[in-house]
């Protein structure tokens, strides 16, 4: 029998424990993503899991060091920490560099990368960025927009952290949609036909019952055929749901406090990724402006050539003016649309008695397009049920979710923030499969 005694250091040296050894002799390990090869030695960019270092090979021994020193090979490092020459935080983000001491190669690419991944703009189509995931990815930009979505992840959960939420994990193997129509994915489930989840909709309102306060991050899965460079077909949503509330106003509340700490989480810790990406950071709201959808289309109407009065909803074109008007206008790229009609929101939204046939609900727009969608729930029993069989459901098919309401829920109301979106947003980027993972749409499937 042996032992595995506890790890001293697990964790690698990240770029400001670098910084503080300047004068220091360090190791670190990392991949070689860049070799610049000059006639007294060579410029070898490392990336690492924090960022890029920049090490120099020079002076005696530098040749055989740099003899079959090839990309994508995992190296190990020994050298003398020293401060930057040129102080660029997207190459050294602690501004400090290695003069190589030593430098053992521990594994080499079996086959040479199809992209150049030292070019400082990926120059791939987007079907052949996403073809080649495992490999673009790689590329500093791409890498960079991935530890912005995982920031603001970050702020999200810690905000929630301290103000009382508890972290839940909830199926995403369901016996039925959260939202009901035909857009979910039905898949064999042994011998019945079960489905995968629309949201985590249900989950949280009983988790409001169990906890009070309830979030989760996970994939949500829409089996709606867009094509569009703001939909895919699975994504993460950031949700959140919280009793005791007066009305959807004290939901909206906690998201400005929410958006307001991720930001400033961004600004202090994420700023290497943010200036790489030459991010336009908007301000972290002290207010957001709200408007009702009628005020919204009334506003959007007088900017264009187009009535939208009586729509029910907010059509792309729309979102992109009101945002342009907040910003204007009310020097705010952030705005909520509140008071959706009842038929445009899911059955468990509650109805607003002072403002017949709409419903307390609200949608938050950033930079042109729709990022959250929340509410105030129904939280009694005999109202739930009235209007799941006036929106043509049978409430037996929902007695499980049915009996948090049958047995006591406080008043409470939740939303969902789709971070492939947000992060879209924060980064000017047209398309949001560049923020997401491994996207699934219509078509891919792969890798």
Known sequence: MTRVPAGESIAPLSSGELAGKAGQTATLSGMVMRIRRLSWGAFVILRRH????????????????????????????TGLVKEAAIKDPSINPGNIEIQVESLTVVSSPHSRSPVDLSKKVLDLHIDNNLDLRPLSLRHPVERARLRVAEGFCRGFRDFLHQNGFTEIHTPKICLAGAEGGANIFPVKYFERTAFLAQ???????????????????????RAEPHQTSRHVN????????MGFITDHTDVMKLEVELLRHSLELLRAEYSPELSLLAVEMPEPPAEVPCVTLAEAHAITGAMGERDYSGEPDLDPEEERLLCRYAAQEWGCEFVFVTHFPTEKRPFYTMEDP???????????????????????RIHVYDMQVEKMIRFGLNPDDFSDYLQAHQYGLPPHGGLAIGLERLTARLLGVENIRYTTMFPRDVKRLTP
Request: proline share 4%; glycine share 12%; hydrophobic share 35%.
């Open 354 to 376: 002072d403002a017949p046939g709409t419903t307390r609900s609200f949608d938050l727009l950033f930079r042109g397009l729709e990022i959250t969608t929340g509410g105030q």
């Open 234 to 241: 699975e994504y993460t949503s950031l949700d959140f749901e």
């Open 50 to 77: 924090d960022g890029l270092v920049q090490c120099i090979v020079s002076g005696e021994g530098s040749d055989a060091i740099l003899e079959n020193l090839t990309e994508e090979q995992a190296v190990v490092v």
């Open 199 to 221: 949201s985590p909709q249900f989950y949280k309102q009983m988790g409001v019952g169990i906890f009070e306060r309830v979030f989760e991050t996970g994939p949500v899965f």
